[in-house]
């Protein structure tokens, strides 16, 4: 299960910090990650980060967004800056990783509800 949080209306040049919780019978979370989808359009890779390796950006975002992962609470954050009109979406967190079920372990893939972000003036 994941639970997203910190979506709102924000001005142009302002800042929002979403965050991500997982829980269940995680084992190891692999990957943690930021879509977003705009009325009208596809869902749109954000940024992501995998285990032991550096976050990548979508190249729309890169230098205003920063993706952090804290792996003792399974929680991903993304810090957004300098929001602009055109991030105006619903951001949806995804996780994908290991679970145990109780009697063996198996990959998963988890999105969150979403949360809305408005950039406007």
């Known amino acids: 299960q994941l639970v997203e949080s910190g979506g709102g209306l924000v001005q142009p040049g302002g800042s929002l910090r979403l965050s991500c919780a997982a829980s269940g019978r995680i084992f190891s979370i692999n990957v943690m990650g930021w879509y977003r989808q705009a009325p009208g359009k596809e869902r749109e890779l954000v940024a992501r980060?995998?285990?032991?390796?550096?976050?990548n950006y979508a190249d729309s975002v890169k230098g205003r967004f920063t993706i952090s992962r804290d792996n003792a609470k399974n929680t991903a954050y993304l810090q957004m800056n300098s929001l602009k009109p055109e991030d105006t979406a619903v951001y949806y967190c995804n996780v994908g990783g290991i679970e145990y079920t109780g009697s063996s372990f198996r990959d998963f893939g988890s999105w969150g509800q979403g949360t809305q972000v408005t950039v406007s003036s």
């Open positions: 980060i995998f285990s032991g390796s550096s976050p």
